[in-house]
Structure formats: structure tokens, C-alpha cells
């Protein structure tokens, strides 16, 4: 079974960016048939989607709207790895951040939103933002 590990997690100011990285341990064909996903989970809360990026050529992308003009998922299938680009960063995305991954999944943003449609996940990497 594939794993996925991810990376680039740390302390950072208010303003501040990070990029994460996950890693998924199969081939990039493989890989190239997945839809990748970012979620988080601050202290108290539930598990929530943060952004989706699809398999296919077309790449589509989805983020929730508390992070469309601050972060940017892309993906290489090359290397196997999404990464998410968070910039502009506040102390309210302060979470474990996990990767997931789905094969073939695709749809609409309440699709990647739901939890249930991810096969795969990560054991998080903590993002701390500092005020």
C-alpha cells in the first residue's frame, strides 16, 4: 500500500510562507491517476479540506475560500510529490496539515471536501503561526 509523507511543516510569523511538501511512495504513473488533497485540523476542531488538486492533464484545482488568495497547490508526477504554497500566513491557519489521496476522484469541491472520498493519508506535519 502506498504511503504519503509529508514535509516543510515549522514555525513561521505572522505574513510568513511555507511551502508543504507530500511525497507518495509509488510510481509516477501511478501517481498520475490520483487526486491529491491538503487538509488540516487546528486544536479542538475538525479535520477540514484546504485545497485539491485533480489527476489527469487537467489539473484542475480547488480551494476553500479562507485560503484561494493565499495558497496554491500544484503537483509533480515526476518526483510523486503535491506541495502546497501557503503565503500571507495568520496565526488562524496555525494546524496539522495532512495529504491525502484519491484514485481517479473528481467532481465537484463538496466531493474533495467530504472525507470519505480519500483513500489515503498522511500523518500531518504541524504549521505554526506565530502573532
Known amino acids: 500500500q502506498e504511503t504519503l509523507v509529508e514535509s516543510g511543516g515549522g514555525l513561521v510569523q505572522a505574513g510568513g510562507s511555507l511551502r508543504l511538501s507530500c511525497q507518495a511512495d509509488v510510481s509516477g504513473l501511478i501517481f498520475s491517476t490520483y487526486t491529491m488533497g491538503w487538509f488540516r485540523r487546528a486544536f479542538g476542531k475538525e479535520r477540514e479540506f484546504v485545497a485539491a488538486?485533480?489527476?489527469?492533464?487537467?489539473?484542475?484545482?480547488y480551494l476553500e475560500d479562507f485560503v484561494k488568495d493565499r495558497f496554491t497547490i500544484s503537483r509533480d508526477n515526476a518526483q510523486t510529490t503535491v506541495y502546497l504554497q501557503m503565503d500571507k500566513l495568520t496565526p488562524e491557519d496555525t494546524a496539522v496539515y495532512y495529504c491525502a489521496a484519491a484514485p481517479w476522484l473528481s467532481g465537484t469541491i463538496e466531493n474533495m471536501r467530504d472525507r470519505n472520498s480519500w483513500r489515503r493519508w498522511g500523518l500531518g506535519t504541524q504549521v505554526t503561526v506565530s502573532s
Open positions: 488538486i485533480t489527476w489527469g492533464m487537467n489539473r484542475a484545482t
